[in-house]
């Protein structure tokens, strides 16, 4: 080999080394205490591309490490991303700072997942203002009160499978999200399309909700892992594509909403579900919305109802397994209410119990279920955390808000490992600083269906404890190990109780 080759071999590699070592120092330049483990090209996530472990188990690493820093620097790749600490940090970026921090840093490949992508979890700029508005008109309080009246009939629905499964005298186990899949499926289809869902049937029925749900939210191992990957490092898509949302689940969503709302425009009878509501905001618009557009809307609908819901319903079930004078409390406020309407599951009745709206607060402090949430700077910014640091960030610039860890951090949350919905009362929610409780999100991009979820939680918490009794199953241990490989946080093993009628 001639001397020339070898001097541009040398030379290529040390220019490449000092690429690498300018790129990998861009924290250092700036002041900001970096995460170890830094390799090129993968950055710090080389173990999650490994299957070694996940995002949130590392960025939990991260969060004790420093724990007397506001911030901490990263590397997303060969991108600089920064991990924020200080609850005021938090506050800029969701709510203060918004317009710089306005888009979600998880995207979905539009040509993958059309669908998918109308969700407003991934839109931005007009598309998502459009699409929030529309939602927000469905989700107000007074439509709210409308689609309430669907719910309550699904509570029948659920009352009757679980008198058909629990005889007198006996106990009963349950895998708890199963089981509420059942009804959160049911309530999708009744209060979102205005059809049967087919949920409460043990048969299989491939125009059940539930099996629709099984397809998207339970995927093979390998495609699990794949998908959870590309969530949280949406790069990788362009060369893994990763579908979210499959042929035949697209094709069933299109062909209900197109079945759905031609029905709709034609009917002068009003229906209390989702899509009345699209109608009647239609022409009060003076125009037709897209179908495509729609089935978007329906899709979230079902994605935000069926799946977060349900995983939110079994975490609180266990909790009240695990602490049965709470489980004993909260049954009584539900029975001193409903005596009140008589025996109804009402909108009102459901608001009367704030006992309960504590137990439902305290348990997504404990049990997240999105671990943390990622965003994008757009334009440049400068962030001032509380031990003094000041930051620059500039566009393109990923940050991590580690909801997981601001919500069970012993600095905001005394005894943070106890379930104590006492936290909530009148007298003490006050203290809560909202930058550290976030299972919502805060700000501009809060979740749209906040209100539908905790309606439909209430409702199908009311419908069991009224007449049954959880108990603890050895099935399920604690501490709750949790998947590593998936989107949401969901146990490996299930969560396992047993039901008893009272």
Not at 225 to 238: E, G, W
Request: with cysteine; glycine share 6%; proline share 5%.
């Amino acid at each position: 080999m001639s001397i020339l080759v070898v001097s541009l071999i040398l030379g290529g590699l040390l220019a490449l080394y000092l690429y690498w070592k300018w790129t990998y120092n861009y924290w250092e330049r700036r002041g900001v205490p970096t995460a170890p483990g830094v390799v090129p090209i993968a950055g710090n996530l080389l173990p999650i591309f490994l299957f070694r472990t996940n995002l949130s188990e590392i960025t939990n690493v991260w969060y004790h490490a420093f724990k007397d820093s506001s911030m901490v620097g990263y590397y997303d790749g060969m991108t600089p991303g920064l991990l924020l600490r200080d609850p005021d940090l938090v506050k800029a970026v969701l709510q203060t700072e918004f317009p710089k921090f306005h888009e979600n840093a998880t995207k979905v490949d539009r040509k993958l997942d059309p669908l998918m992508a109308k969700n407003p979890f991934f839109t931005y700029g007009e598309e998502w203002m459009t699409g929030r508005k529309r939602l927000t008109y469905a989700f107000s309080s007074m439509r709210l009160k409308i689609l309430s009246e669907t719910v309550r009939n699904v509570c029948k629905k659920f009352d009757a499978f679980l008198e058909s499964k629990i005889a007198p005298g006996e106990r009963v186990a349950f895998e708890m999200k199963d089981l509420y899949a059942r009804f959160t499926g049911e309530v999708v289809a009744n209060a979102g399309f205005g059809i049967e869902g087919y949920c409460f049937e043990d048969k299989p029925n491939p125009h059940s909700f539930r099996e629709i749900g099984r397809q998207i939210f339970e995927p093979s191992t390998g495609l699990g892992m794949l998908q959870a990957i590309v969530f949280f490092i949406p790069i990788l898509n362009k060369v893994c594509k990763v579908k979210f949302v499959t042929k035949e689940v697209d094709h069933f969503f299109r062909t209900i909403v197109k079945q759905v709302i031609e029905t709709r425009r034609g009917e002068s009878e009003k229906r209390n579900d989702f899509f009345q509501l699209m109608v009647d905001l239609e022409k009060s618009e003076g125009e037709k919305f897209d179908e495509e557009t729609l089935t978007g809307h329906a899709l979230s609908f079902f994605v935000d109802g069926y799946e977060t819901s349900s995983t939110t319903l079994s975490f609180i079930t266990f909790e009240l397994s695990r602490n049965p004078d709470i489980q004993d409390k909260v049954r009584q406020e539900i029975q001193r209410v409903l005596a009140k309407h008589n025996g109804e599951i009402t909108y009102e009745s459901l608001k009367e119990m704030t006992y309960l709206d504590q137990v439902i607060c305290e348990s997504q402090r404990l049990n997240t279920i999105l671990n943390q949430m990622s965003k994008i700077c757009t334009s440049t910014c400068e962030l001032r955390g509380n031990d003094g640091l000041t930051c620059r960030v500039e566009p393109g610039t990923k940050i991590i808000v580690p909801v997981y860890d601001l919500q069970r951090d012993p600095k905001y949350w005394p005894d943070p490992e106890t379930f104590d919905p006492d936290r909530w009362s009148d007298e003490r929610k006050t203290t809560v600083n909202k930058f550290c409780y976030l299972p919502f999100g805060e700000g501009p991009r809060i979740c749209v269906g906040m209100r539908m979820a905790l309606l439909q939680t209430k409702a199908g918490l009311v419908t069991l404890l009224r007449r049954y009794k959880i108990e603890r199953n050895p099935k399920t241990a604690y501490p709750l190990k949790i998947n590593l490989f998936g989107i949401l946080s969901a146990p490996e093993d299930g969560l396992w109780t047993y039901l008893k009628r009272l």
